[in-house]
């Protein structure tokens, strides 16, 4: 078995940091438009030229508040202009910015921001000062700028300031952090991932070399810029490629929204997660003229990551030409180590090859580890969990378990899922997941558990807005418009994929289909929505009970039971 892999492509130069970036682009694409916020009905406009001139403005008032070099700068605020203008002066002049997820509890907010060492505080406006005031207000900065202000502190005196700024950024090493990002916390406290500008523009310089993209792109956007795949891969590609960053006001949130600002818009390449392409599925397929408007003619593709696409959503994009790129990597990467072709061709579970100049092997139980310009310097503060991750060699031990193929790397598990049935059989919830989630565009997240039991079992969240559709053209399925008769058809559908299942001891005995969606807010998902299976467990403790046998013979007023097979059809041999 191949147990490593890496690109026979070099990676070429690239600038040595962001603020480098910024004023080579500024020249150079200058009278084109950079940013895009809706206002109302229609986008406002930021020229490359305005944007590269408030970065500078900006970096000069940081600078005579008197923040230094490796000073943290702490941001708690949602997607726009400003925010992006005040993280990138940050990172540019030498300092570390520090994006805090704004949808934590408060008191963990004001937690990372202590842990952080943050010297200031941007945040979205009063309201939430007084959140956090409230219940995180003993970690608080001193000084802290609302992000309405911030236009207001740009100084005036371009030409001198430009001078004295870039004398600063000048003086910036490749090697330095310039970004602590804080990791989800699927199963403890947040850990800070400090990045530097070498980890983050080799990243840019390796999808420039394989995309090949033309300046001027123009993509829609509503991945969250505290998260890796939103602020760094998706928002640096925009920023280095020279293209056009609209924001999705959206936020992920409503689909309606989604297709207002798609169509205003019209972006060349869209950035996303499974579970939005499955809500874009479901109103392409219940709608003739949004299929038309979101496949316009100027589109060239769209990438996935996060979790694994379902084909049966892929296979849309494919019927109208429209390749789906897929990656693989992780916030401690840059978050990417991994890209397929732009083929409308794609096997699921597949991520493709390493980019340039990015090894990837397999280690003691198929654990996958990357090395590259890519990886970060370590955690923040964390010393010996650093240690533990990346070895003597430099390899970083990414939790990941998978397998290399012909096509490429192949994503099988995380560590931390894979449990043992009483049996001692190894189990990977992963791969009956996807198997699920492929099979039926009406599953929106399922979670498979069954640690020191007989079988496997699982919690099925189905797509309520697909559900609830009228006119869904999918073809060979009976297209279910409530969660019992989903539980229904579904018997049939996991019973099917138990049969052709190999690993017999992996097969479902039984699921329950509940009739919510997972959500952030109670943080069942990460907000890059991963499962965080501590929450699941927590917060579905009597629906998991249930399926064991430990409470009531029926189940949940809010869920369906689906009997898949008798228990003594499973064995402990493949």
Aim: glycine fraction near 6%; charge should be neutral; charged fraction near 20%.
């Amino acid at each position: 078995m191949q147990t490593h892999l890496t690109s026979d492509q070099k990676l070429g130069p690239f600038p040595q940091n962001i603020g480098t970036m910024l004023f080579e682009n500024g020249q150079r694409y200058s009278g084109t438009p950079a940013f895009g916020e809706r206002m109302k009905d229609s986008y406002h406009y930021w020229s490359w030229e305005q944007l590269y001139t408030d970065v500078v403005g900006f970096a000069c008032y940081v600078k005579s508040e008197g923040f230094l070099p490796g000073d943290k700068i702490a941001l708690i605020t949602s997607n726009s202009y400003y925010r992006l203008i005040c993280e990138l002066a940050v990172m540019s002049s030498g300092m570390v910015a520090v994006p805090i997820f704004p949808g934590y509890p408060s008191e963990l907010m004001g937690q990372l921001i202590a842990f952080g060492d943050c010297k200031l505080l941007i945040v979205e406006g009063q309201e939430k000062i007084a959140t956090l005031g409230n219940f995180g207000g003993k970690y608080l900065p001193e000084k802290i700028i609302e992000i309405r202000q911030v236009p207001v502190l740009l100084k005036a005196d371009f030409s001198a300031m430009e001078m004295e700024m870039l004398k600063t950024w000048q003086g910036v090493s490749a090697q330095d952090c310039c970004l602590i990002m804080f990791t989800s916390g699927t199963t403890n406290f947040p850990k800070g991932v400090m990045l530097s500008h070498r980890n983050i523009l080799s990243q840019q310089k390796s999808t420039e070399q394989l995309w090949k993209l033309n300046s001027g792109l123009r993509f829609l956007c509503y991945l969250p810029w505290h998260h890796s795949f939103g602020g760094l891969f998706e928002r640096f590609l925009v920023l280095s490629s020279g293209g056009m960053l609209a924001i999705d006001d959206s936020c992920g949130r409503d689909v309606n929204r989604l297709l207002e600002n798609w169509a205003l818009i019209k972006p060349h390449v869209y950035f996303s997660v499974p579970r939005i392409y499955q809500e874009i599925a479901a109103s392409v397929l219940s709608s003739s003229e949004t299929a038309r408007k979101f496949f316009h003619p100027e589109l060239k593709f769209v990438f996935t990551a996060a979790a694994p696409l379902p084909l049966s959503t892929s296979n849309i994009f494919k019927e109208n030409n429209i390749p789906v790129v897929e990656g693989w990597g992780l916030t401690e990467t840059s978050p990417c180590c991994t890209l397929t072709a732009q083929s409308l061709d794609r096997t699921p579970g597949i991520v493709g090859r390493p980019i340039p100049e990015v090894q990837v092997k397999l280690a003691d139980e198929q654990e996958i580890c990357v090395k590259g310009p890519n990886v970060m310097s370590g955690y923040y503060k964390m010393p010996e969990i650093t240690s533990k991750v990346i070895d003597a060699e430099g390899w970083f031990h990414t939790g990941d378990v998978g397998e290399i193929t012909p096509e490429g790397l192949r994503i099988i598990s995380r560590l931390d899922r894979i449990f043992k049935l009483s049996n001692a059989e190894k189990v990977f919830p992963v791969v009956m997941e996807e198997k699920a989630t492929k099979r039926c565009n009406y599953i929106k997240y399922i979670y498979v558990f069954g640690s020191g039991g007989p079988a496997p079992m699982a919690l099925v969240f189905p797509n309520l807005l697909l559900l609830q559709s009228d006119n869904v053209n999918i073809v060979e399925c009976v297209r279910p418009q409530s969660c019992a008769k989903l539980s229904d058809c579904l018997k049939k559908c996991i019973c099917e994929i138990n049969e052709y299942h190999e690993v017999k001891y992996e097969r479902l005995s039984k699921a329950l289909v509940i009739n919510r969606e997972l959500s952030i807010e109670k943080e069942e998902l990460t907000p890059s929505m991963k499962l965080v299976p501590r929450m699941i467990e927590r917060n579905f403790k009597k629906y998991i009970d249930f399926l064991k046998g430990e409470s009531g013979k029926t189940p949940p007023a809010d869920s369906y039971l689906i009997e898949l097979t008798e228990r003594s059809t499973y064995d402990t041999h493949k």
